[in-house]
């Protein structure tokens, strides 16, 4: 049997290098030995976002673009809607019953971003419990393989202690899944912050053109110990030469910058050109793919139909086996 992927992103904005090194790189090269559902996750984007849906259409749709244009192939991977996959709800209510107040307190990934969006007072309960709605997301389409970036690990974990209870309490229907995580788990901001964000405003786009790469490179964050170029200034821990590790491929440059760079031999402006370029080499088939792809919205439109009319089917197969086990499959 040929096993599944499921993974998704909140449309709130179009996608950056840090979900490209996180996860993007990953499905790409798995679509070609995993039969990979793609979620455009909307109903969890709304969770921090309900007061403003208007956001969300626009998004879905450069989301999808950013999907193709880094390589997706819309013949092996589907790209789902979630709010247009109403049993992903229905599931989420049953799921409800099998996770206490007690675990999504100690949920890591959810105590974080409750304190960065000053949830802290007014928590609503949707944003509380979406960690069980995304248990939902994986295991609706049984997926053995979730690829993601590192923050999302305690999400799989729910979903796995999830599972664990559904099959040991009504019938073994859903599947454990594993996380995967992409060889840099989690990609600094340009402005050195632990996680590049796009509600942090430290974000390198996959569309951005080249004067704005330019731009966001130019004013990075490097060594603040270091005032004069003469200086000699710190490698580690320097978001710079972060970049350079993950997207320079021409190691001999990079090895020669840092060392220049500890003796005070080098400009924050040449390190910072050298890694310009560097991703404008990752960038420009990304762009020119996006561009494409952008100049047809009536195909990117039909790849998100049939690719949720396809997952959808999955849902609706998995749910009925849900309601067999649950003995809610009732024959009035
Ligand atoms: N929470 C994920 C994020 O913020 C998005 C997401 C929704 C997801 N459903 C998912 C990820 C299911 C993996 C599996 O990026």
Not at 27 to 41: C, K, N
Not at 210 to 237: A, F, I, L, N, W
Not at 250 to 277: H, I, M, P
């Amino acid at each position: 049997m040929i096993k599944r992927i499921l993974t998704g992103d909140r449309p709130t904005s179009p996608l950056h290098l840090g979900h490209y090194v996180g996860s993007l790189q990953n499905r790409v090269r798995l679509q070609e030995e995993y039969d990979t559902y793609l979620l455009i996750a909307d109903v969890q984007a709304l969770t921090d976002n309900f007061e403003h849906p208007e956001k969300l259409e626009a998004n879905i749709f450069e989301v999808a673009l950013d999907y193709l244009a880094v390589g997706i192939d819309p013949n092996k991977s589907k790209f789902v809607v979630q709010s247009m996959v109403p049993e992903l709800t229905e599931l989420t209510i049953y799921f409800m019953n099998l996770v206490t107040t007690a675990t999504l307190e100690r949920n890591p990934t959810l105590k974080d971003e409750i304190k960065q969006k000053n949830f802290i007072k007014n928590l609503p309960v949707g944003f509380y419990t979406y960690p069980i709605s995304q248990a939902s997301d994986i295991t609706i389409f049984k997926a053995h393989l979730v690829p993601v970036g590192e923050d999302q690990l305690p999400m799989i974990e729910q979903a796995r202690e999830i599972v664990r209870r559904f099959n040991r309490m009504y019938d073994k229907v859903l599947i454990e899944p594993k996380a995967l995580v992409g060889e840099v788990a989690r990609l600094p901001g340009t402005d050195g912050g632990a996680k590049m964000g796009k509600s942090l405003g430290n974000c390198i786009y996959l569309g951005d053109p080249p004067d704005v790469v330019r731009k966001r490179v130019m004013s990075m964050y490097t060594d603040p110990t270091r005032v004069h170029p003469t200086d000699p200034g710190h490698v580690e821990g320097n978001p710079v030469f972060t970049y350079h590790d993950v997207f320079n491929p021409d190691k001999a440059e990079v090895e020669d910058l840092k060392e220049r760079y500890r003796k005070g031999k080098v400009g924050d402006v040449e390190v910072k050109e050298k890694l310009f370029k560097a991703l404008n080499v990752v960038l420009e088939p990304i762009r020119a793919r996006r561009e494409r792809f952008a100049s047809k919205p009536e195909r990117v439109r039909e790849i998100i139909v049939e690719g949720t009319r396809k997952g959808r089917a999955v849902a609706q197969e998995t749910m009925a086996e849900v309601r067999t086990a649950m003995k809610i499959s009732y024959k009035f």
